[in-house]
């Protein structure tokens, strides 16, 4: 294949004129004048004061990823068969173009049709349009995603497998997505994106312009080969799997598991003086990363950029494995179902309340295992306490497993529901209850 011009002349470019669009080094999550959603974002909101989840069954994620498998950084400054390494993204002003492109996707239902502000022929009806720039620039490889940021409307549009033709303003793609990025409002339950989590990609991407200023103040992007058929907030889908489950084997992540770099990792002493790797790792710390998307182990997510140092790159990948990760359950920092907004304070009340509470009491559950059918069910779970003060809380870990997420006194009996089964495998849920895992396992 014959490599593109501007790959060829990409040494010789100015800053402005590059294929990586330029970006302005801020030290705050945004994109020109437009914030990469609010900063009380699930994306945006630190994690490192959550204490480790404790579920067993979360543990065992990294098992199932790979506890001796070395992470990866999917991007560089590089090329891999004749593309750039990276999730590249464009910039738009709205303002400058004479209308907005029509896409159409093979997952329509699922797709948006066009973002705010955004129509077809400068008519000003219902939004039908996507805001991509005359010779936008789409990932490399297999994905081809394709991204751009209305600057002047604050809108992220972003498509997967995406084609484009810029002569005449028309794309194609498996899906697309847009989002206001002033608002924590996620996509409709049980809907796709560009990624498979149904979760925007943009938010946790690496971008150069971040790391070079030395604060990266988001989550960061990662994939992993399998999940287990379930997604968890915030994501919003959920992709089949040829997971095969055991009891008290390792258990894939769900789309939407939360990890976090540990506080004990030892840095590299080549990485030590080098401001954007450092920034990369305080993020991963103090923001953990989030399982988004099918694909390789470890694999995590940034831009394409001129400037990477593709050595230090690889080193620090190399000083990554799985056992250097846990798993934080933040979703008792959800203050809506369908909402990104994250509120750390109440986890705060949550963990106090209940070291409080627990700390003298001890509780059984009966039965402690379940199998369903592939149809759809009930069940109740008793929990004995030993003294009637005893406060105790629930919360379902599957999207497929209904039970009120909330707490009790004293001995009870919790109800829960499981949903049809049309995965085509067997999968395993569970259900935390006081401090112990009620666990479903649920045929195909």
């Known amino acids: 294949m014959k490599k593109p011009a501007y790959l060829l002349s990409l040494a010789l470019m100015s800053t402005a004129t590059t294929i990586f669009p330029a970006h302005n080094v801020l030290a705050e999550p945004k994109i020109g004048n437009c914030s990469v959603f609010p900063v ?115 809108t992220l549009y972003e498509v997967f497998n995406a084609s484009y033709n ?74 089949s799997t040829s997971y095969v489950p055991k009891l008290g084997g390792p258990v894939p992540p769900p789309m939407g598991a939360h990890l976090r770099l540990k506080k004990s990792y030892v840095i590299n002493s080549a990485l030590k003086q080098d401001v954007k790797i450092l920034a990369i790792i305080k993020a991963m710390q103090t923001y953990g ?60 009340a949550v963990a106090s309340t209940a070291v409080a509470s627990v700390a003298d009491c ?7 295992s379940v199998f369903f059918s592939n149809i759809s069910g009930k069940g109740s779970v008793n929990v004995t306490a030993s003294a009637a003060s005893c406060d105790w809380s629930v919360q379902s870990n599957n999207a497929w497993v209904e039970s009120a997420t909330t707490r009790f006194t004293g001995s009870q009996t919790v109800s829960y529901s499981v949903s049809d089964n049309n995965t085509g495998i067997f999968r395993i849920g569970s259900i935390s209850i006081a401090n112990a895992v009620f666990i479903i396992v649920q045929s195909f």
């Not at 129509?119 to 996507?130: E, K, R, T």
């Not at 049980?190 to 971040?210: F, H, K, N």
């Not at 799985?322 to 959800?334: A, H, L, Q, Y």
């Not at 001890?362 to 402690?368: D, L």
Request: net charge negative; aromatic share 10%.
């Open 40 to 154: 009380n974002n699930i994306w945006n909101t630190p994690v490192d004061t959550l204490p480790v989840d404790s579920n067993a069954q979360h543990q065992r994620w990294i098992d199932a990823v790979g506890r001796n498998t070395k992470f990866h950084m999917d991007f560089a400054a590089g090329e891999y068969q004749e593309g750039f390494i990276g999730i590249p993204y464009n910039v738009v002003d709205r303002s400058t173009l004479s209308q907005c492109s029509a896409f159409s996707f093979l997952y329509a239902a699922e797709s948006d049709k066009g973002g705010v502000g955004c129509y077809l022929d400068g008519l000003a009806q219902p939004p039908s349009g996507y805001a991509i720039p005359a010779s936008p620039v789409i990932e490399s490889g297999s994905d081809h995603h394709l991204i751009t940021v209305d600057s002047n409307n604050c």
């Open 166 to 239: 810029g002569r005449k303003m028309t794309g194609t793609g498996d899906s697309g997505a847009t989002w206001s990025l002033s608002s924590n409002a996620l996509r409709p339950r049980g809907w796709t994106s560009a990624d498979a989590a149904g979760l925007p990609i943009l938010p946790g991407l690496i971008r150069y312009d971040e790391a070079a200023s030395g604060s990266i103040k988001h989550a960061i992007r990662f994939t992993v080969p399998v999940t287990d058929g379930s997604f968890i907030w915030p994501a919003r889908h959920k992709t």
């Open 289 to 348: 990363i989030i399982n988004a998307d099918n694909g390789s182990a470890w694999f995590v997510t940034g831009e394409p950029n001129a400037n990477w140092n593709d050595t230090l790159l690889k080193t620090f990948s190399d000083s990554l494995t799985g056992n250097d990760f846990e798993p934080v359950d933040t979703r008792c920092m959800m203050v809506d179902e369908n909402s990104g907004e994250a509120d750390v304070t109440r986890c705060s």
């Open 362 to 368: 001890a509780f059984s559950i009966s039965p402690k």
